[in-house]
T-cell receptor
Framework: EAQVTQNPRYLITVTGKKLTVTCSQN?????MSWYRQDPGLGLRQIYY???????DKGDVPEGYKVSRKEKRNFPLILESPSPNQTSLYFC????????????????FGAGSRLTVL | GQQLNQSPQSMFIQEGEDVSMNCTSS?????WLWYKQEPGEGPVLLIA?????ELTSNGRLTAQFGITRKDSFLNISASIPSDVGIYFC???????????FGTGTRLQVFP
């Protein structure tokens, strides 16, 4: 089944304890992205990657890191989590953003709910 | 960062009623997408629009790409309880490699 898989789905941690949220897709998509969802703010992009070893900042990158060493994986790293990073996180992928039909339709993972105490 | 203006923020309707929501932008978009998010899940694509003026249906859902390329609407006809969720619009501004999301419309349907 074509899907985006995130882990963990739920995590409670403490301020300053490094954590990684993994994301993997099995669709051979070039483009992958991380979003955070907060009440009243919708989905805000954290980082995205156009292809292997190509990453760029989204709208809210502060406090996050990413890497894209393989096409299928795009982990989100919080080096020193803080309470304002408590949120629902989504990973998503698409073949690309070339603008032609079907190319920029994002497929989302089921989400990772993170609480930082 | 840029965000789309999506309205209304929430809707409480009775089963059988029709629903309408829309998104507007200050810039021209190449693509409009409409997603639905159910509790505990990620957003799932409902309808994708790629041409100005395009009108597309998916069952009881109909969406249109505004002729000015700066807006889009989604209609749901004869709502049912399983329509409950958060509906997001998303758009790709012209000459960019980004998708921008609206803030969502939370829909509640009462039997």
């Amino acid at each position: 089944e074509a899907q985006v898989t995130q882990n963990p789905r739920y995590l409670i941690t403490v301020t300053g304890k490094k954590l990684t949220v993994t994301c993997s897709q099995n669709m051979n998509h070039e483009y992958m992205s991380w979003y955070r969802q907060d009440p009243g703010l919708g989905l805000r992009q954290i980082y995205y990657s156009m292809n292997v070893e190509v990453t760029d900042k989204g709208d809210v990158p502060e406090g996050y890191k990413v890497s894209r060493k393989e096409k299928r994986n795009f982990p989100l790293i919080l080096e020193s989590p803080s309470p304002n990073q408590t949120s629902l996180y989504f990973c998503a992928s698409t073949p690309g953003l070339a603008g032609f039909s079907g190319a920029n339709v994002l497929t989302f993972g089921a989400g990772s709910r993170l609480t930082v105490l | 960062g840029q965000q789309l203006n999506q309205s209304p923020q929430s809707m409480f309707i009775q089963e059988g009623e029709d629903v309408s929501m829309n998104c507007t932008s200050s810039s021209i978009f190449n693509t409009w997408l409409w997603y639905k998010q159910e509790p505990g899940e990620g957003p799932v694509l409902l309808i994708a629009l790629y041409k100005a003026g395009e009108l597309t249906s998916n069952g009881r859902l109909t969406a249109q790409f505004g002729i000015t390329r700066k807006d889009s609407f989604l209609n749901i006809s004869a709502s049912i309880p399983s329509d409950v969720g958060i509906y997001f619009c998303a758009g790709q501004p012209s000459r960019t490699d980004k998708l921008i999301f609206g803030t969502g419309t939370r829909l509640q349907v009462f039997p």
